[in-house]
């Protein structure tokens, strides 16, 4: 911000005597004002705004100038409330237009920092730019920026960052870019597509590189030759050079290999078995790992002996160089609540909204499951369907989910019914699903008019599928009811919850029709090697099957640190899906479809869903893990 120069202070404030020899004295308040301006240059924006204050606080005939003042310099130390106070003191009509024009400026950036970006866009509009010196046009545009980027205007928020560039010294220009790539990257691939289509230079250039790095499905041959690509097509492109390729390296090599591993883990209590399961599949994968550069050493601690953080300085201090676990979310929080991550952490669970530096999440989620599945459902055509699910908290969690994905696919719930899975007969919420009470009522009417009246039940015809949240038993129940009731050609998609993860034919005959999305792990098809399934039978015999699905959760714990470094770029091929990281260090499942035929699921294939990702728009956030009763919300 620019203030008053301590020249024009001086020269309204000086007092001359009327005689010649008698010497100028400055007033108190041109020292007062020069002092606070010191401290301003000396980047001590809070203790000037001290002595602003006393300046702005004393009536005078430059009382609104110092009101002004204070303000700007309550912005720069981050006080908004006490910076909005003496905004709203300051007689407008007593400024000069120069001065009026800073005060927009100020309105705005105090909107911006009370979340009102249009109130925001509403003062930047009426700031005549070229009224203000350099500091405050950059400030000028550092504002529309981010005013429009709260609007959800991105590509105005990138526009207005092209223009502040040529303002910024190189220094401040690197810290611009990244954040014009940030913005963009919050924008679907396909929006990308069509931006580029209709934009010019510079634009073009930050559009086609956004969609090169949001591939993250390349391989690394693949991403350098689009890069390549990318930098002979736009040889001096503001992004070219040293600043891609520090920002490249910022993102990859963030995380470094860890030669000593300490993995947080109940060894009692609820959860104890759940995490016997996870350690099962951690250290056959570490005696079977075939990479011989990467051995660390493993060193376990009961996450129910000690509190968290407690445990975390303990494993640091015992010479860990990464963190396992915890499994328990109330652990993981209590953990970042207690102890600075100054050696990262790769958390056995997810958290809603959180995001730490050195903190990757990485869990069984429902949120993976259903993203899949809708998008599977989409992918085969569909847009009207039905949802059934159980009436507990979790299945309206669950529920949620189905239509904010669904959504997201340009798809309606036309209706939704819950059960109780308590029960073995769903007669009513099905019929009520499909329409068919309706049909009865229609029924009884026309009876009482015509007695005798032969009577076939039908269900609506505006739907095009189903989408169901059951556990196997329950769905073996739920699909013959719904062919019974007529919706045999209505195909079903249900959650992973639906599968044992073992073919069980004689059983599972009554699951025939049904399409659902799980990890590779369970399919000898998707998943080979000396982690198969069929390898460690071993292992997952001594389990009931609810347990599963851990014991590829601990496999994949150990094979994706070595790959973590890239893992935002480049997929995993794990146990538990197609990995990857997402910008607020999220792991993220990408699963393999199957529908069940004969009692056994026969493999459709990986679905690439093509909504977007939890990081590229406001979506629904994971809030459990998504596994049986007994622990899904650990």
Request: glycine share 6%; proline share 6%.
């Amino acid at each position: 911000m620019s203030r008053l120069t301590l020249s024009l202070l001086l020269s309204a404030l000086l007092l001359t005597a009327g005689c010649p020899r008698k010497s100028t004295t400055v007033r108190p308040d041109a020292k007062n004002a020069a002092k606070a301006e010191r401290l301003l240059q000396s980047g001590k924006p809070k203790q000037a705004a001290q002595v602003y204050r006393q300046l702005a606080d004393k009536k005078s005939t430059r009382q609104n100038h110092f009101r002004l003042l204070t303000a700007e310099s309550l912005i720069q130390s981050g006080n908004i409330e006490d910076a909005k106070t003496y905004a709203d003191l300051i007689d407008a009509r007593q400024l000069s237009p120069q001065h009026r024009n800073k005060l927009h400026l100020v309105h705005a950036q105090i909107h911006l920092g009370t979340g009102e970006a249009e109130q925001a866009l509403k003062r930047l509009s009426q700031v005549s730019p070229d009224q203000l010196d350099l500091e405050e046009q950059i400030t000028y545009h550092q504002s529309l920026a981010f005013a429009y980027s709260l609007a959800g205007e991105l590509l105005q928020s990138v526009r207005e960052r092209i223009l502040l560039d040529r303002l910024l010294d190189a220094s401040r220009q690197q810290d611009n870019h990244a954040a014009i790539l940030e913005t963009l990257s919050l924008l679907p691939v396909k929006t990308l597509q069509h931006m580029q289509s209709q934009s010019s230079d510079p634009l073009t250039g930050w559009l086609s590189l956004a969609i090169l790095l949001k591939q993250k499905n390349l391989s690394s041959e693949q991403f350098n030759t689009g890069l390549e690509r990318w930098r002979q097509s736009f040889p001096s492109h503001p992004a070219s050079g040293p600043f891609l390729d520090n920002y490249l390296a910022k993102s990859r090599h963030a995380f470094q290999r860890p030669d000593a591993i300490a993995i947080l883990l109940p060894e009692s209590g609820p959860y104890a078995h759940a995490a016997k399961a996870i350690r099962e599949g951690f250290m056959a994968t570490y005696y079977h790992q075939q990479d011989s550069t990467f051995k660390p050493s493993i060193r376990f601690y009961d996450s129910e002996s000690q509190p968290a953080g407690l445990l975390y300085r303990q494993a640091v201090s015992d010479g860990a160089e990464l963190i396992i676990g915890p499994l328990n979310k109330k652990n993981i929080q209590a953990l970042l609540e207690t102890s600075p991550l100054t050696v990262p952490v790769l958390a056995l669970n997810y958290i809603d909204g959180l995001a730490r530096d050195n903190l990757y999440q990485f869990g069984l989620s429902p949120i993976d499951d259903v993203q899949q599945v809708t998008a599977k459902a989409s992918l085969d055509g569909h847009r009207r369907a039905l949802l059934l699910i159980p009436d507990t908290s979790l299945g309206q969690r669950i529920g949620a989910y189905f239509e904010e994905f669904w959504q997201q696919h340009d798809g309606v719930i036309l209706e939704h019914q819950v059960y109780d899975p308590q029960q073995s007969d769903f007669t009513q919420p099905i019929k009520r699903l499909l329409n068919l009470d309706e049909s009865e009522r229609r029924y009884r009417k026309i009876r009482q008019l015509i007695p005798g009246i032969k009577f076939v039940p039908r269900r609506r015809h505006d739907i095009d599928s189903i989408f169901l949240n059951a556990s196997p038993y329950k769905a073996r129940l739920i699909n013959p009811q719904l062919r019974f009731y007529r919706a045999l050609d209505v195909p079903v998609y249900a959650t992973a919850h639906v599968y044992t993860g073992r073919p069980h034919p004689s059983l599972d005959i009554d699951l025939d029709g049904i399409r659902f999305c799980d990890i590779p792990w369970l399919f000898d098809e998707t998943y080979q090697g000396p982690l198969s399934l069929a390898a460690l039978q071993k292992i997952w015999r001594q389990f009931p099957n609810v347990y599963y699905r851990l014991i590829a959760l601990g496999i994949d714990a150990y094979n994706i640190v070595p790959h973590l470094d890239k893992l935002d770029t480049i997929q995993y091929s794990g146990a538990t899906g197609n990995l990857l990281l997402t910008r607020e260090n999220r792991i993220k499942r990408n699963l393999v479809c199957a529908g069940f035929s004969g009692g056994i699921p026969v493999i459709s294939g990986f679905v690439e869903t093509f909504t977007p990702s939890p990081d590229a728009i406001p979506g629904p956030e994971v809030h459990e893990t998504y596994e049986p009763d007994s622990f899904q919300d650990i």
